[in-house]
């Protein structure tokens, strides 16, 4: 992805709040969790902030194998999938039919000044860009789409979400200039609690 | 030096759902009893999936339990620093403690030298087991943590 690419996060951001099912686990992490946090809280948001770079996928399968009955929404970054290339295998060996992962990729590390990463045709000698649709499919998932185009996402994303999953989403994104990294929205342990509350249907 | 119906049984009792493993040979030969105690083993490619698993089946009403080599352990760290310390859930881990009872295999094996100090760096309350007497200790220690909710670990040594 290069950097004068790729549709505008926050507005692919708005699209998935707008067409948020109520009872949806939505996960989120770095960059993408700074700008979800601008859109509104939900009891069912976990921002996935502090996080260790790169596991929000696994905690996403965690989630989608102990509430199989609702959908687990994965918002992720390149370079936090590059992290963590392994998940994709160990989620297809599980077969969550009901984890969705979306991946924003903006082809760099962007809270850290905007790095390529290895990745992306900028941070690779042979100038290629690694495809990370392809990689979900030869991983085993059953359902793979790819959108450069905010309007084309608009309109395409319920039938991406519609599964039959695990579905692998890569949305091409612009970085944001100067995006920092995300701040915490409050104590953790409090957070967890609520989360666990909310997946109970209390509040 | 335990055998898989006797681990098992101690799972099934402590109300664990899952477990989530990088499989060594002792834990390896555990799976088959564990599966048919009716316990849900989701393999993992790397360790550190495996706390981050975990803490997804945890926040989602299960009672996970992790199980990897202290090898495991080491290249996890990051990870476990982030489900136990910044989340704070309660995530016991079984650990193979390599080549503790034989170095003849990897003399010198420096696995040895820092298993230990790690799991103190990263303050886990772990209990060291050696020989296969002490299923009493393994046992008491996760029921110990399960009615407390906090984490923990067994070292169990390998040879």
Redesign the interface.
């Given at each position: 992805m290069s950097a004068d690419r790729g549709m505008p996060l926050k507005e692919a951001l708005i699209a998935v709040r707008a067409a948020r099912r109520e009872d949806e686990v939505v996960i989120s992490t770095m960059a993408i969790a700074r700008e979800w946090m601008t859109l509104g809280d939900h009891p069912l948001d976990?921002v996935f902030v502090?996080?260790?770079?790169?596991?929000?996928t696994?905690?996403?399968?965690?989630?989608?194998?102990?509430?199989p009955q609702r959908r687990i929404l994965v918002l992720n970054g390149d370079g936090s999938q590059l992290m963590?290339l392994?998940?994709l295998?160990?989620i297809t060996?599980?077969q969550p039919a009901n984890l969705v992962i979306v991946l924003f990729d903006n082809g760099v590390y962007e809270i850290t000044g905007a790095q390529p990463t290895p990745g992306a045709a900028a941070g690779r000698s042979g100038g290629d860009r690694v495809d990370f649709g392809a990689l979900a499919r030869a991983c085993g998932f059953r359902s793979t789409f790819h959108f450069t185009r905010l309007e084309a996402w608009r309109t395409g994303m319920a039938a991406a979400f519609a599964g039959p999953g695990p579905t692998f989403v890569v949305l091409d994104v612009a970085p944001v200039p100067g995006g920092k990294g995300p701040r915490s929205p409050g104590p953790?342990?409090d957070r967890?609690r609520r989360?666990?509350a909310a997946?109970?249907g209390r509040s | 030096m335990f055998r898989g119906d006797q681990v098992a049984s101690l799972f099934t009792r402590c109300g664990i759902t899952?477990v989530?493993l990088v499989p060594d040979h002792m834990m390896g030969a555990w799976v088959p009893a564990i599966e048919g105690a009716g316990i849900?083993v989701?393999?993992?490619?790397?360790e550190?999936?495996a706390?981050?698993?975990?803490?997804?089946?945890?926040?989602?009403?299960?009672q996970?339990l992790v199980m990897l080599q202290c090898t495991g352990l080491f290249e996890s760290g990051?990870?476990l620093?982030?489900?136990l310390h910044?989340?704070?859930?309660p995530i016991f881990s079984v650990i193979g403690y390599r080549s503790y009872l034989n170095q003849d295999k990897l003399p010198g094996d420096t696995a040895l030298a820092f298993t230990e100090p790690i799991l103190k760096a990263w303050e886990i309350d772990y209990r060291l087991i050696t020989a296969p007497d002490q299923f009493d200790v393994f046992a008491g220690h996760l029921e110990a943590s399960r009615r407390a909710q906090r984490a923990g670990a067994v070292l169990i040594a390998e040879g």
């Amino acid at each position: 992805m290069s950097a004068d690419r790729g549709m505008p996060l926050k507005e692919a951001l708005i699209a998935v709040r707008a067409a948020r099912r109520e009872d949806e686990v939505v996960i989120s992490t770095m960059a993408i969790a700074r700008e979800w946090m601008t859109l509104g809280d939900h009891p069912l948001d976990w921002v996935f902030v502090p996080s260790s770079m790169g596991q929000a996928t696994s905690l996403g399968l965690g989630l989608a194998l102990a509430q199989p009955q609702r959908r687990i929404l994965v918002l992720n970054g390149d370079g936090s999938q590059l992290m963590n290339l392994g998940s994709l295998v160990t989620i297809t060996a599980q077969q969550p039919a009901n984890l969705v992962i979306v991946l924003f990729d903006n082809g760099v590390y962007e809270i850290t000044g905007a790095q390529p990463t290895p990745g992306a045709a900028a941070g690779r000698s042979g100038g290629d860009r690694v495809d990370f649709g392809a990689l979900a499919r030869a991983c085993g998932f059953r359902s793979t789409f790819h959108f450069t185009r905010l309007e084309a996402w608009r309109t395409g994303m319920a039938a991406a979400f519609a599964g039959p999953g695990p579905t692998f989403v890569v949305l091409d994104v612009a970085p944001v200039p100067g995006g920092k990294g995300p701040r915490s929205p409050g104590p953790t342990v409090d957070r967890a609690r609520r989360f666990m509350a909310a997946l109970r249907g209390r509040s | 030096m335990f055998r898989g119906d006797q681990v098992a049984s101690l799972f099934t009792r402590c109300g664990i759902t899952h477990v989530v493993l990088v499989p060594d040979h002792m834990m390896g030969a555990w799976v088959p009893a564990i599966e048919g105690a009716g316990i849900r083993v989701v393999s993992v490619c790397r360790e550190g999936e495996a706390w981050a698993v975990a803490a997804g089946l945890y926040l989602g009403g299960c009672q996970p339990l992790v199980m990897l080599q202290c090898t495991g352990l080491f290249e996890s760290g990051d990870s476990l620093r982030n489900v136990l310390h910044d989340w704070k859930l309660p995530i016991f881990s079984v650990i193979g403690y390599r080549s503790y009872l034989n170095q003849d295999k990897l003399p010198g094996d420096t696995a040895l030298a820092f298993t230990e100090p790690i799991l103190k760096a990263w303050e886990i309350d772990y209990r060291l087991i050696t020989a296969p007497d002490q299923f009493d200790v393994f046992a008491g220690h996760l029921e110990a943590s399960r009615r407390a909710q906090r984490a923990g670990a067994v070292l169990i040594a390998e040879g």
